[in-house]
């Protein structure tokens, strides 16, 4: 029975902690849009989605009314763009992704995600044409995101792609030089990339989805820290009963918030991830949870540990509330969107080495981190390679989302605004990665990829 001190408890949560459900994304199928014709497969890709998504957002404003929590985005997510844009050269890519944006503004959501390449084990010609027109794509676009999947447990690390994406970085930073590099803030490099991912950059609607799904996305890194504080100096175990408590009546928001968006757009409910998402806001901060338990400086010993009890924790407590968790689902650590990630890196307590450990233990990975514009493509490559094998060896999704900023060094900020915020630029290691970069090939897979 819901009674008044629950109602009361909800309120607080959406008043005082940041509460709010953070995307309710729309993924839909492309492939009944394929032609031979790039023009007509424009066309139709424009069509379908603004067809199916023409009420997402009226229907999103409607629960937001009704339940009075804030949802923050309304997302678009659709098939890999590699897997149906057949013999179209890279301007057809890039008109493929004109067509997203147009989409876009035409049912007002926020993002579309899902011009995307899945190469862990190879790259077929779609997937190589998309992948080399990804530069000029995220430039010409305004909210168009895209993904390319490198590596997963069963296959690998395709070592091409990743030395690839690290020329596609720099260039993506080069063409969007007026603003910071923006056009790498909209494109993710994965192990093991879900495929019914709510959150941007990495979205997409994967090949054994539903013609059309609801996939939400909660929030609450506020109201998880505010948990942790109030249990005070409790003993670790506790400390973990009281944050799955919190993250089942976060994720029971999320649940409800599906469960109303797919009845009313009358198309099937996918899931619910669990991800904690900050935002650049005071007090929605991920890495407030984590100095709440105890640690001066987010990114000081003991980091790590934290931030693997919360991670679990949230997962243990969120999988009780909804009957299909997916997604990423656990705490995001992205810099330039978390206010306390922020200051950490900016006092330097906070370093790349630091965070690619926290890796290990968090729901993605190096996310939305600055780095001087000068640093080299292998370079970038290098890091993307550490992050893989992360996810690989550890069967667990990882992601680099890294922005050279172009003319910016040590020290100078990066400035996107919105949810995307701002960022310190962090120093990366001066030795050189090129020729190890340089070998090519595929990493194997480890051998406890070997179940069947």
Same mark, same amino acid.
């Given at each position: 029975?819901?009674?008044?001190?629950?109602?009361?408890?909800?309120?607080?949560?959406? #008043?005082?902690?940041?509460?709010?459900?953070?995307?309710?994304?729309?993924?839909?199928?492309?492939?009944?849009?394929?032609?031979?014709?790039?023009? #007509?497969?424009?066309?139709?890709?424009?069509?379908?989605?603004?067809?199916?998504?023409?009420?997402?957002?009226?229907?999103?404003?409607?629960?937001?009314?009704?339940?009075?929590?804030?949802?923050?985005?309304?997302?678009?997510?659709?098939?890999?763009?590699?897997?149906?844009?057949?013999?179209?050269?890279?301007?057809?890519?890039?008109?493929? *992704?004109?067509?997203?944006?147009?989409?876009? !503004?035409?049912?007002?959501?926020?993002?579309?995600?899902?011009?995307?390449?899945?190469?862990?084990?190879?790259?077929?010609?779609?997937?190589?044409?998309?992948?080399?027109?990804?530069?000029?794509?995220?430039?010409?676009?305004?909210?168009?995101?895209?993904?390319?999947?490198?590596?997963?447990?069963?296959?690998?690390?395709?070592?091409?792609?990743?030395?690839?994406?690290?020329?596609?970085?720099?260039?993506?930073?080069?063409?969007?030089?007026?603003?910071?590099?923006?056009?790498?803030?909209?494109?993710?490099?994965?192990?093991?990339?879900?495929?019914?991912?709510?959150? !941007?950059?990495?979205?997409?609607?994967?090949?054994?989805? *539903?013609?059309?799904?609801?996939?939400?996305?909660?929030?609450?890194?506020?109201?998880?820290?505010?948990?942790?504080?109030?249990?005070?100096?409790?003993?670790?175990?506790?400390?973990?009963?009281?944050?799955?408590?919190?993250?089942?009546?976060?994720?029971?928001?999320?649940?409800?918030?599906?469960?109303?968006?797919?009845?009313?757009?009358?198309?099937?409910?996918?899931?619910?991830?669990?991800?904690?998402?900050?935002?650049?806001?005071?007090?929605?901060?991920?890495?407030?949870?984590?100095?709440?338990?105890?640690?001066?400086?987010?990114?000081?010993?003991?980091?790590?540990?934290?931030?693997?009890?919360?991670?679990?924790?949230?997962?243990?407590?969120?999988?009780?509330?909804?009957?299909?968790?997916?997604?990423?689902?656990?705490?995001?650590?992205?810099?330039?969107?978390?206010?306390?990630?922020?200051?950490?890196?900016?006092?330097?307590?906070?370093?790349?080495?630091?965070?690619?450990?926290?890796?290990?233990?968090?729901?993605?990975?190096?996310? !939305?981190?600055?780095?001087?514009?000068?640093?080299?493509?292998?370079?970038?490559?290098?890091?993307?390679?550490?992050?893989?094998?992360?996810?690989?060896?550890?069967?667990?999704?990882?992601?680099? #989302?890294?922005?050279?900023?172009?003319?910016?060094?040590?020290?100078?900020?990066?400035?996107?605004?919105?949810?995307?915020?701002?960022?310190?630029?962090?120093?990366?290691?001066?030795?050189?990665?090129?020729?190890?970069?340089?070998?090519?090939? #595929?990493?194997?897979?480890?051998?406890?990829?070997?179940?069947?």
């Amino acid at each position: 029975m819901i009674n008044t001190h629950d109602i009361l408890e909800t309120v607080g949560m959406i #008043r005082d902690e940041n509460l709010d459900v953070r995307t309710v994304t729309m993924g839909i199928s492309l492939f009944d849009c394929v032609s031979d014709d790039n023009g #007509r497969l424009c066309r139709n890709i424009y069509d379908k989605l603004a067809r199916l998504a023409s009420n997402l957002v009226p229907v999103a404003d409607s629960i937001e009314r009704d339940y009075g929590v804030p949802i923050v985005n309304k997302r678009i997510s659709v098939t890999p763009v590699s897997l149906i844009c057949g013999d179209s050269d890279e301007e057809g890519c890039v008109n493929i *992704a004109r067509a997203l944006d147009r989409a876009r !503004m035409e049912t007002g959501v926020n993002f579309v995600g899902g011009y995307s390449a899945l190469v862990q084990k190879g790259t077929i010609k779609g997937a190589k044409t998309l992948i080399r027109s990804i530069p000029e794509a995220l430039s010409e676009t305004e909210l168009v995101c895209s993904s390319v999947n490198v590596a997963s447990t069963k296959a690998g690390i395709n070592m091409d792609a990743v030395a690839e994406m690290g020329r596609i970085i720099k260039k993506t930073a080069e063409q969007t030089a007026d603003s910071d590099g923006m056009g790498c803030a909209k494109l993710v490099v994965f192990a093991n990339a879900p495929e019914d991912n709510p959150f !941007m950059a990495g979205a997409y609607h994967g090949t054994g989805e *539903a013609d059309c799904a609801i996939n939400v996305g909660v929030s609450g890194p506020g109201v998880v820290a505010s948990a942790v504080k109030r249990a005070g100096n409790v003993r670790f175990d506790e400390l973990s009963d009281t944050i799955k408590k919190t993250a089942f009546k976060i994720t029971r928001v999320g649940q409800l918030f599906a469960y109303e968006a797919a009845k009313r757009l009358g198309v099937p409910y996918g899931i619910v991830d669990l991800s904690l998402a900050p935002t650049p806001a005071v007090g929605d901060s991920v890495a407030d949870i984590l100095e709440s338990m105890g640690l001066e400086k987010c990114g000081t010993h003991g980091t790590t540990a934290a931030l693997a009890l919360l991670n679990d924790a949230v997962k243990k407590g969120g999988v009780m509330a909804s009957s299909h968790v997916g997604g990423l689902s656990g705490a995001f650590i992205p810099v330039s969107e978390d206010a306390g990630m922020i200051e950490a890196a900016a006092c330097g307590e906070l370093v790349l080495d630091k965070l690619e450990a926290m890796t290990a233990v968090c729901s993605v990975g190096l996310d !939305m981190i600055a780095i001087p514009g000068d640093t080299p493509a292998e370079t970038i490559s290098a890091i993307i390679a550490d992050e893989m094998a992360i996810g690989v060896i550890n069967t667990k999704t990882t992601a680099v #989302r890294v922005i050279p900023a172009p003319g910016k060094k040590v020290g100078d900020y990066v400035e996107f605004g919105g949810l995307l915020g701002r960022a310190p630029v962090m120093a990366v290691h001066g030795a050189s990665s090129e020729r190890f970069i340089s070998r090519g090939g #595929r990493i194997p897979a480890p051998v406890h990829s070997l179940k069947n």
